[in-house]
């Protein structure tokens, strides 16, 4: 069973601080990770993928990703109320095969 | 205009009903997915359509039948429901399938079977 590990939260951080959520993963062959946010009630909507070891870097998000560890993050900077919600972790391996997503993290950042 | 949209919203019915979900995109992609998202938020692949050819079936129930009339659609009929089916299904759909995919979402049809 190949699975996709997150811990549940809820996960509190106050606001302007830096949200830090985990990843970890069983299959070695994955090739590509994305993050979605996923609001109560709404649909994921992607907001970072990468692909290769290092750091990637979007406005206030930043994706790790380090394979040998099989572990993704995602960090949110200068964290605020809007970005409460719950982040889904999803990790693929190329071809014919499914985005398997982890359970998600719940975020609440309060005001 | 919405990209990918589905309808209905909300479905509430009968063990043992026969119902159907419909799911359209305008965004041109050439791959569809029917996700399954439980009460506890866990969202898992049951079906993949590209440029209606069914890529990925996973263990899903013969109960459950897609159909892609052509890329732009994917339908779900669900027979002889059960209490187990209630959740969120997700229709999504990329560009193409491969390791680069990124999904866009539809808004969820939210299945009560009582």
């Known amino acids: 069973q190949k699975e996709v590990e997150q811990n549940s939260g809820p996960l509190s951080v106050p606001e302007g601080a830096i949200a830090s959520l985990n990843c970890t993963y069983s299959d070695r062959g994955s090739q590509s990770f994305f993050w979605y946010r996923q609001y109560s009630g709404k649909s994921p909507e992607l907001i970072m993928f990468i692909y290769s070891n290092g750091d990637k870097e979007d406005g206030r998000f930043t994706a790790q990703l380090n394979k040998a560890s099989q572990y993704v993050s995602l960090l949110i900077r200068d964290s605020q109320p809007s970005d409460s919600a719950t982040y889904l972790c999803?990790?693929?391996?190329?071809?014919?095969?499914?985005?398997?997503f982890g359970k998600g993290t719940r975020l609440s950042v309060i005001a | 205009d919405t990209a990918v949209s589905q309808t209905p919203k909300y479905l509430v019915t009968q063990m043992g009903n026969d119902k159907s979900i419909k799911c359209e995109q305008n965004l041109g992609h050439d791959t569809m997915y029917w996700y399954k998202q439980d009460s506890k938020k866990f969202l898992k692949i049951m079906f993949s359509y590209n440029n209606k050819e069914l890529i990925i079936n996973e263990t899903v129930p013969n109960r459950f039948s897609p159909k892609s009339p052509d890329k732009a659609h994917l339908n779900l009929h669900i027979n002889s429901l059960e209490l187990g089916d209630s959740a969120v299904y997700f229709c999504?759909?990329?560009?193409?399938?491969?390791?680069?995919?990124?999904?866009?979402f539809g808004s969820g049809t939210q299945l009560s079977v009582l």
């Open positions: 999803a990790v693929k391996r190329a071809g014919n095969t499914p985005l398997v």
């Open positions: 999504a759909s990329s560009q193409v399938p491969g390791a680069n995919e990124k999904l866009f």
